[in-house]
């Protein structure tokens, strides 16, 4: 139970600063760190619409995976006070 437990707050740690990442490379109303990486200029041609839904689906599926994370830890919690 302890090696588990490790393995997902490792889980949980990496993708919590990958979610971090990636919502700050999405494109917001103002701008943000996605213009500072090109963003700006490829929205301008018209041509991020396929990056941006891929960038999309990633987020989702890593924050599916990190949800998933929380809920198991929490589970284990609540079985070892058992």
């Given amino acids: ?21 990636l919502i ?15 963003g700006g200029m490829s929205s301008a041609v018209g041509s991020s619409g396929l990056a941006e839904r891929n960038l999309n689906r990633f987020t989702v599926v890593l924050a599916l995976v990190w949800f998933i994370a929380i809920v198991a830890l929490g589970l284990l919690t609540k079985l070892q006070g058992i």
């Fill in 24 to 38: 700050l490379l999405h494109k917001g109303r103002g701008g943000g760190l996605s213009d500072m990486f090109g």
């Fill in 1 to 21: 139970m302890e090696i588990l437990e490790f393995v997902l707050q490792v889980v949980l740690g990496i993708t919590s600063l990958l979610l971090t990442l």
